[in-house]
Antibody, heavy 118, light 110 residues
Framework: QAQLVQSGAEVKEPGASVTISCGAS????????IHWVRQAPGQSPEWMGW????????QYSQKFQDRLTITSDTLARKVYMKLTSLRSEDRAIYYC???????????WGQGTTVSVSS | QSVLTQPPSASGTPGQRVTVSCSAS????????IIWYQQFPGAAPKLLIY???QRPSGVPDRFSGFKSGSSASLAISGLQSEDEGVYFC???????????FGGGTRLTVL
């Protein structure tokens, strides 16, 4: 069955960058968009952006437009999310999720915890 | 502050039917695509409902979604203890910056 597996937890200092990978299996990689959603402790999820691995088109939330880059590697069946200039407010669990039925997300990664601390 | 408003909590007893509401001050719910997720502690959200009232394969028909004007609701019938968790509504609308999530409703099964 379709599955997304993310890279492990990260601890970063303020101002640093973080890159999280999301590996896909069990479905046609280029047939679905991959979205990134983050969830700060005790908060609701927050959509960050997506990529279409089939044509590498991307769309980013205006909130993250200047700091976010999403890329994909079709051969490796992986999507990468890079967030730069990290600050304490970026402390959250970051999820990749497969887009289905439009803007619904039907398969989620297990989440990657990002801590930002000096 | 989300554009979608949910009650912070809801509760019910086993077997009961409960509803979780989701409202918006703008008409985005009237024409947007409404989605519902269920989340348990330490787990990723799980898709329950898309396009207002469609269930993905594997989601029990105890879960249903409906919309009325500028509000949407998730109904859970035959409430079970394993339904205890947090429920988020979400909406995509062309006027929004991507998909927006509500604040979430924590459902307690008494």
């Amino acid at each position: 069955q379709a599955q997304l597996v993310q890279s492990g937890a990260e601890v970063k200092e303020p101002g640093a960058s973080v890159t999280i990978s999301c590996g896909a299996s069990g479905y046609t990689f280029i047939g679905y968009t991959i979205h990134w959603v983050r969830q700060a402790p005790g908060q609701s999820p927050e959509w960050m952006g997506w990529i279409n691995p089939g044509n590498v088109n991307t769309q980013y939330s205006q909130k993250f437009q200047d700091r976010l880059t999403i890329t994909s590697d079709t051969l490796a069946r992986k999507v990468y999310m890079k967030l730069t200039s990290l600050r304490s407010e970026d402390r959250a669990i970051y999820y990749c999720a497969r887009g289905q039925y439009g803007w619904a997300f039907d398969v989620w990664g297990q989440g990657t915890t990002v801590s930002v601390s000096s | 502050q989300s554009v979608l408003t949910q009650p912070p909590s809801a509760s019910g007893t086993p077997g009961q039917r409960v509803t979780v509401s989701c409202s918006a001050s703008s008409p985005i719910l009237a024409t947007g695509s409404i989605i519902w997720y269920q989340q348990f502690p330490g787990a990723a959200p799980k898709l329950l409902i898309y396009d207002e009232n469609q269930r993905p394969s594997g989601v029990p028909d105890r879960f249903s979604g409906f919309k009325s004007g500028s509000s949407a609701s998730l109904a859970i019938s035959g409430l079970q203890s394993e339904d205890e968790g947090v429920y988020f509504c979400a909406v995509w609308h062309g006027s929004l910056d991507g998909v927006v999530f509500g604040g979430g409703t924590r459902l307690t099964v008494l």
